[in-house]
């Protein structure tokens, strides 16, 4: 729940990451996926703009079993092919259930500020390509996830704490300059309040 970093993402930001990213076709990345609700908003624009279900294919991890059913049975119920969508206890950054995925479009609302994260026994992580991130907080430990399982041409669009923008820890602040400096930051979206 929301305690362990887990959050329901409301439609209407789901709705939005998807028109930011417009997935018309490819690889669809969500590593933190939950119940599957980016997939279903995916799999919808696709649809309302003329494709078909096969237009995308969808892959993503969870590390709550119970979620990824809800997952998994809410894509099902659908007609949508969830055999992409993986469970494991580790998560995401201890055992990446898609390691050599280069996705085309990856939207994500991982959990927020999450602390004592594993990244100790991650130490010169192929995906630590922009500066180590801190122990305290996995923020820029999800940011690096996504942009390294990025395809060379692909777009993200990720829900992050407001504090990643203006945190003071050297560790986070050298990492966003150095993805600023590599221009991979289009734009930042300012949401109001209170919306998850």
């Known amino acids: 729940g929301k305690k362990?970093?887990?959050?329901?993402?409301?439609k209407s930001i789901v709705r939005l990451l998807v028109e930011m990213i417009e997935p018309y076709k490819g690889r669809v990345y969500d590593p933190a996926c939950g119940s599957?609700?980016?997939?279903?908003?995916?799999?919808k624009?696709?649809?309302?703009?003329g494709g078909g279900l096969d237009d995308i294919s969808l892959y993503g991890q969870e590390s709550n079993q119970t979620t990824w059913k809800l997952s998994r049975m809410n894509l099902a119920i659908r007609g949508i092919d969830g055999s992409g969508i993986r469970w494991n206890a580790e998560g995401s950054f201890l055992k990446d259930e898609h390691r050599d995925l280069k996705a085309d479009f990856i939207i994500a609302n991982p959990p927020f500020n999450q602390d004592e994260w594993g990244v100790e026994l991650l130490q010169g992580d192929a995906r630590w390509q922009y500066g180590t991130p801190p122990k305290s907080n996995a923020n820029f430990?999800?940011?690096?996830h996504m942009v390294y399982h990025l395809a060379p041409n692909g777009v993200a669009a990720i829900v992050l704490a407001d504090m990643a923008l203006s945190s003071n820890d050297s560790a986070e602040k050298s990492i966003r300059e150095n993805l600023i400096r590599n221009d991979l930051v289009e734009c930042v979206v300012s949401l109001p309040d209170k919306l998850f």
């Open 4 to 10: 362990g970093g887990q959050f329901y993402t409301p």
């Open 36 to 43: 599957g609700g980016m997939f279903v908003m995916s799999e």
């Open 45 to 49: 624009f696709v649809e309302e703009h």
């Open 141 to 144: 430990g999800w940011l690096q």
